[in-house]
C-alpha cells in the first residue's frame, strides 16, 4: 500500500480541496459528546474526538428512511438520489465494524439501501490514542489495512497518510500541492514509535481468549438470569453498536389515501415485541434470552459466521448502558469474575 | 439455494394475481397465486419447504409456506391462517385481486439428498401445508424415491387441511396414506382414529439407514412424534422439521429470525434436522 505525507497544518486545505467528492461529514463536539455530524467548515471537526455516540452506521443504514412507495399500481423504490459523501475520522474499530457491515450486507441477498449508500461514500480514517473503554487490541483490531479510502496517522506536526484505493489514489492526486509523497525512514522511525506509544496506553483488562468456547459452556449458566433482571429493555446497547444492523418494516399510509411507503426503522432484540409472532408467542420472552442474544451475536456467533467476533472494541457500549450491562462487565461474569459497580 | 449473491432489490414486492381460493377449514383458506407477468409466472421456481413473503400494502408484510409443487409450474398456492392484522386482510381479498409477493426464501427440504430414499411425511395442524409441497414433488417424482408414507394427524375430519385431496390418495399403490383422527364426529371417516403416534407402527419394512423422515406440526407433535421416529432407528440428522419465527424482511437482514445469536432461520431454515436441534440450542 502507499503511503504519503500531509503537514499537519494543511488538513483544513486538504480537506477543502477533495471536498468537491461530496459532503464532508466527520466527529464534531456537541453538549459535551462526540457526534459524527455534517461539516460546513473544516474547523469545526475535533481531531481529539474518540468514538461518536452513533456510529457510521447512521449514514449507511439511517435508523429511519423509505424503502419504497406504493400506491394502487403497485410498489416503487427510487436508490438514485442519495448524496456522495466523505466519512472523515473513522478510527480502526470502526473501519473494522464497517468492514463486517459491508460484508453482512453482501452476503446472500445484497441489500441495494446499504450499497447505493455505500458506493457513494468515502472513508478517511484517522489514528486515535485509546482512552480507558478501548479494547479494540483484544478483538485484533488495533489496526487496519482495509476499509478506507484513506487513513491518516497522526504523527506530530504530519499525518502519514495510507492510500486504501483508487478513489483514495485520485483523491490525493487531486492535491498535489499539499502532498510529499516521499516517505524516509524517519518518518517510518516516527511511525514505530508512535505505533509502540499508542500499543502501551490500553488499559482495559478483560481476557476475551476463547471466549466463543466460553459463551457456547456458560449458556445455561445463571448470569445471564442474573443481568436479565437488571436489563431495562431500552436498547440502547444496539442503538450505539457498530454491528447491530437489524430493522423492523411498517406502511406509513398518507391520510385518506391508497399511497404511502413503506418504512425501514432500527430494531433492537432487546425490545420485548422483537421475537413476538402472529397468534401470540413470543420465542424471547424474558429478557435473560434476550440479553443472550445479544452476547452470544457479539462475542461467539460471528466467529463463526465471518471468522471474528462482532465486537471491535469501540466500547461504545460501556457507559451507554445504564444500568451496565456491557461488554467489559458480561466477559468478567462469565469468567466469574467480580465486576465492580 | 444457489451460491451466486441476488442483486435485484430483494426487498420489492412484485404483483401477483389471486387466480383461487377457498376455504380448507374454518380459520384456513387456500390462495392459489400468479406472477401477472407470464413469463416471470412459468420461470418462477423454487423448492418444497420453501417460504414467500406476501404484502399488504398500509398494512405490512408476513411469510408464509408455499403448498404448491415447483413440478407443476405457474400456479404458487398457500395454505393461510387468518391469525392478525395481515391474514385479516388477505382474508378479504377476492379472487382476481393483485397483492405483492416476493421470494422464494430459506432452505427448502434438501431434495437432492432425499433421492433413492424411502420419505416418511409426518404432518400435523398448519404443518400440512409446507408438506403437501414436498408430498406433491414426490408423487410428481415418483421414480427419484422409494417407499413413500404420509402420516397426517387432526382432532376432527372438518379440521384436516386438504381432507378431500389426501383421502383420495388413500387409493394409491404407490403410497401409503395414513390418516387419523382424534375423533371421528361425522360418521364417515375413511381413516383411522386415534392420536398420529399410533400410526408409525404401519411404518414397516425401511431400512433406517435409507429413509428421511419429515415431522411439522405445532410443537407438542414434535415431542412425541420425534419419540416415535427415534424408535425406528432413523438417524438424527434424517429427522426434518421446519421452524416458524417472526421475519421482516425473509433475506437475512433484519435479525428477528435468528436462533441461537447466529442462526438466520429465513436463510439456514427454515428446515433443520433434529440434530440441528439437539445440538444449537433454543430452536425448538
Not at chain 2, 404407490?174 to 392420536?195: A, E, F, Y
Amino acid at each position: 500500500m502507499r503511503a504519503v505525507k500531509l503537514k499537519k497544518e494543511k488538513l483544513d486545505i486538504f480537506l477543502t480541496c477533495i471536498g468537491s467528492y461530496g459532503e464532508l461529514w466527520g466527529p464534531v463536539r456537541q453538549d459535551g459528546r462526540h457526534v459524527l455530524a455534517r461539516i460546513d467548515l473544516v474547523s469545526q471537526i475535533d481531531l481529539s474526538a474518540l468514538r461518536t455516540t452513533l456510529p457510521f452506521k447512521k449514514l449507511l443504514f439511517p435508523p429511519k428512511f423509505s424503502m419504497f412507495r406504493y400506491d394502487e399500481k403497485g410498489y416503487s423504490a427510487d436508490l438514485s438520489s442519495f448524496p456522495r459523501r466523505m466519512i472523515f475520522g473513522l478510527h480502526p474499530c470502526d473501519i473494522k465494524a464497517l468492514l463486517i457491515m459491508d460484508e453482512f450486507h453482501a452476503k446472500e441477498f445484497r441489500d441495494p439501501y446499504y450499497y447505493e449508500r455505500r458506493n457513494r461514500t468515502a472513508i478517511i480514517g484517522l489514528s486515535c490514542i485509546p482512552d480507558e473503554k478501548c479494547f479494540c487490541n483484544l478483538t485484533d483490531n488495533e489496526t487496519v489495512t482495509e476499509g478506507f479510502d484513506l487513513f491518516l496517522t497522526d504523527l506530530g506536526d504530519f499525518f502519514l497518510v495510507w492510500v486504501g484505493s483508487s478513489l483514495g489514489d485520485d483523491l490525493v492526486r487531486g492535491c498535489p500541492d499539499l502532498i510529499n509523497a516521499t516517505v524516509g525512514h524517519d518518518d517510518l522511525n516516527r511511525y514505530i514509535s508512535w505505533q509502540k506509544h499508542r500499543s502501551e496506553q490500553f488499559k482495559m483488562d478483560i481476557d476475551l481468549t476463547a471466549m466463543p468456547d466460553i459463551v457456547e459452556l456458560s449458556l445455561e449458566s445463571p448470569v445471564w438470569e442474573q443481568e436479565g433482571k437488571k436489563c431495562l429493555s431500552c436498547g440502547a446497547c444496539t442503538i450505539v453498536c457498530p454491528t447491530c444492523p437489524c430493522f423492523n418494516v411498517s406502511d406509513e399510509t398518507e391520510l385518506g389515501k391508497a399511497q404511502g411507503e413503506r418504512i425501514r426503522q432500527w430494531d433492537s432484540c432487546q425490545f420485548r415485541e422483537y421475537s413476538l409472532v402472529a397468534g401470540g408467542h413470543n420465542f424471547r420472552e424474558a429478557r435473560a434470552e434476550r440479553l443472550k442474544l445479544r452476547f452470544v451475536h457479539k462475542l461467539q456467533a460471528f466467529v463463526g459466521k465471518f471468522g471474528k467476533p462482532a465486537c471491535t472494541g469501540c466500547g461504545r457500549c460501556i457507559g451507554t448502558c445504564p444500568v451496565d450491562i456491557d461488554i467489559y462487565t458480561m466477559v468478567k461474569h462469565l469468567h466469574g469474575e467480580e465486576v465492580k459497580a | 439455494m444457489s451460491l451466486a449473491v441476488r442483486t435485484e432489490n430483494p426487498y420489492l414486492p412484485e404483483p401477483m394475481r389471486l387466480i383461487r381460493r377457498y376455504p380448507l377449514t374454518d380459520d384456513v383458506h387456500f390462495f392459489q397465486v400468479r406472477a401477472v407477468d407470464m413469463e416471470r409466472a412459468m420461470s418462477l421456481t423454487y423448492s418444497p419447504g420453501q417460504f414467500m413473503m406476501v404484502s399488504i400494502p398500509g398494512i405490512g408484510e408476513a411469510p408464509f409456506s408455499i403448498s404448491s409443487t415447483p413440478s407443476r409450474p405457474g400456479l404458487i398456492e398457500f395454505g393461510i391462517r387468518r391469525v392478525g392484522r395481515i391474514t385479516d386482510k388477505i382474508f378479504e381479498l377476492k379472487e382476481n385481486s393483485v397483492l405483492g409477493v416476493r421470494g422464494p426464501y430459506g432452505n427448502g427440504f434438501p431434495i437432492e439428498r432425499m433421492i433413492g430414499q424411502n420419505l416418511v411425511i409426518v404432518m400435523g395442524g398448519l404443518g400440512a401445508i409446507p408438506l403437501r409441497s414436498l408430498l406433491l414433488y414426490a408423487l410428481d417424482n415418483r421414480d427419484q424415491f422409494d417407499k413413500i408414507f404420509l402420516i397426517y394427524g387432526a382432532k376432527r375430519p372438518a379440521e384436516m387441511l386438504f381432507r378431500k385431496e389426501f383421502i383420495s390418495l388413500m387409493d394409491r399403490e404407490d403410497l401409503n396414506c395414513l390418516l387419523t383422527v382424534d375423533k371421528d364426529d361425522t360418521g364417515k371417516w375413511p381413516g383411522h382414529t386415534g392420536l398420529v403416534t399410533t400410526l408409525f407402527q404401519y411404518v414397516k419394512g425401511i431400512d433406517p439407514e435409507k429413509t428421511t423422515v419429515v415431522v411439522i406440526g405445532p410443537p407438542v407433535m414434535y415431542k412425541f412424534c420425534v419419540a416415535e421416529v427415534l424408535k425406528l432407528n432413523i438417524p438424527k440428522h434424517q429427522i426434518l422439521m421446519s421452524l416458524e419465527r417472526r421475519m421482516k424482511c425473509g433475506v437475512g437482514k433484519c435479525g428477528h429470525c435468528i436462533i441461537g445469536g447466529y442462526i438466520y432461520t429465513c436463510l439456514e431454515g427454515p428446515v433443520f434436522s433434529y440434530w440441528d436441534v439437539l445440538h444449537m440450542k433454543g430452536l425448538i
